[in-house]
């Protein structure tokens, strides 16, 4: 079966434009309903106006994001020359690469990245592994030139901006404001999209507003180790569980009592994909920063997966293998969905497949997979004959 528009968004027979258009005056009715004693100011666009370009001569916006395949968003140093002398080898293992401008780049390396990233975007053919930049944060020094400087040399070679301590959807519009105004003076003819990384407490509340914020969303990922400070977390580890964050079970006698280590993550992610999916964008996860502990990372991962989210970030190379294995569906789960998907052809009804009933409701949950399968194949050919795809 032919996959849907956009694998990341539910089975539904409305128009995703419409969906979208009507998402946004819903919003806009929520704006308009808030308390005497406030003023509100942020009131969102009128509908017909969310996908009119912001700029003249700019490219209209997506109404619709491109299907790629975004299993791990793998970050590299571009101030460091044999980094960049890898990169047309990373290219082949990776479905994004990054350019990090922001943090665990030095102060004194921060013109040398910009200038590195861009030698790496005009040096190399991406074809269809995705070029993303992480910039700095619009706060500080470097913020401006990083937009203005690689969006005039790399153009259309540039995929994506992630934006870092994103805030609230004030952050969004000012960069999306900048990237029209730059996208028609150096006559780019696709628009750059916008990737948030969700890593304050404020950002955290005001998730489902930044996911709407523009049509030039592309996502978000987790950010954990700001989000932590931001939180007064008593942590010091770069996403993952912690030994002390558990529950103990109830007391039994003299027997010993077991001991439960929880997600501290499990609840930030859970919004984010929320808000992600209500806006028709993807959510990830982001980085693990213990590389000797392959697999807590990988439950890491696969927590995040099964929860929604679309990839992870990769700051290690030993870290890739596992970002394809946990975000690509196992073969078992892709031919389940496929026996699924022929039992109800239409998509309705009721069918039992080995003793288990099966209706519309897990039809949407069986092309979701399949369609997550196929799109794999396209970029990873040596899993298409597991997927059953020719």
Not at 196 to 202: H, S
């Amino acid at each position: 079966m032919a996959p849907s528009p956009n694998p990341f968004r539910e089975h539904r027979s409305t128009p995703p434009v419409l969906l979208r258009c009507k998402k946004a005056l819903n919003r806009q009715r929520r704006a308009d309903m808030v308390s005497p004693v406030t003023t509100r100011t942020d009131k969102m666009k009128l509908p017909r106006n969310f996908y009119r370009p912001l700029a003249v001569g700019a490219p209209a916006p997506y109404t619709e994001l491109p299907i790629r395949a975004e299993r791990m968003i793998h970050f590299v140093p571009p101030h460091i020359e044999k980094v960049r002398a890898k990169v047309p080898e990373l290219i082949r293992q990776v479905d994004v690469v990054l350019g990090n401008l922001e943090d665990a780049i030095p102060a004194d390396a921060k013109q040398a990245a910009r200038a590195g990233f861009i030698e790496i975007g005009l040096g190399n053919d991406f074809g269809d592994t995705g070029l993303w930049v992480r910039i700095n944060a619009l706060n500080s020094p470097w913020a401006l030139d990083d937009v203005t400087e690689i969006v005039a040399a790399l153009g259309d070679r540039l995929d994506v901006i992630m934006l870092p301590k994103v805030e609230g959807p004030w952050d969004i519009h000012y960069l999306d404001q900048l990237l029209a105004q730059l996208e028609a003076r150096h006559g780019l003819t696709k628009p750059v999209l916008i990737h948030a990384i969700l890593e304050t407490a404020e950002g955290v509340n005001n998730v489902a507003e930044i996911a709407a914020a523009s049509p030039r969303m592309h996502g978000m990922s987790l950010g954990p180790a700001d989000l932590a400070a931001s939180r007064a977390m008593k942590t010091t580890r770069v996403g993952g569980g912690h030994p002390g964050y558990l529950v103990l079970e109830d007391a039994d006698g003299d027997r010993p009592r077991q001991r439960f280590q929880q997600d501290l993550w499990h609840y930030t992610i859970a919004r984010m994909v929320d808000a992600c999916a209500a806006n028709g964008i993807k959510a990830f996860y982001g980085p693990f920063g213990d590389f000797s502990d392959p697999a807590a990372c990988e439950a890491q991962f696969r927590n995040a997966f099964l929860m929604g989210c679309t990839g992870a970030w990769t700051l290690h190379p030993s870290q890739i293998d596992i970002a394809k294995r946990v975000f690509s569906p196992d073969p078992e789960e892709v031919r389940l969905a496929r026996r699924i998907i022929a039992a109800m052809p239409d998509g309705t009804g009721a069918v039992m497949i080995d003793g288990k009933m099966q209706d519309d409701a897990t039809w949407k949950q069986a092309k979701v997979i399949v369609d997550l399968a196929e799109l794999v194949a396209r970029k990873d050919p040596d899993l298409a004959a597991g997927y059953g795809v020719i």
